[in-house]
């Protein structure tokens, strides 16, 4: 039986299976909880957990430089309306 589970977790993931994995990843919440369901669950096949996993590690950077440069800008925003006076 893990024999079985094993070969199914190796096998390819074929166009139309990667076609549907990245129209769900494309909505918005749904996507999220899949990528982390596909990532980190039990039987999901070893490439599509892989680019869970990646798809999530590049979703954590833009967050987090997305978040960043909002500060800087929104800092330097600030900054410029109170010397303006505004």
Known sequence: MEDFNSQQN????????WVVTILVT???IIGIVMLFVWGFGSGTPVSK????????IWLAIS????????????????????????
């Open 10 to 17: 190796e096998a390819p993931i074929s166009v139309g299976d």
């Open 63 to 86: 967050i987090v430089l997305s978040f960043l440069i909002f500060a800087l800008f929104g800092t330097a925003l600030f900054m410029g309306a109170i010397e303006n006076g505004y």
């Open 49 to 56: 957990a892989n680019y869970a996993k990646a798809a999530l």
């Open 26 to 28: 494309a909505l918005p």
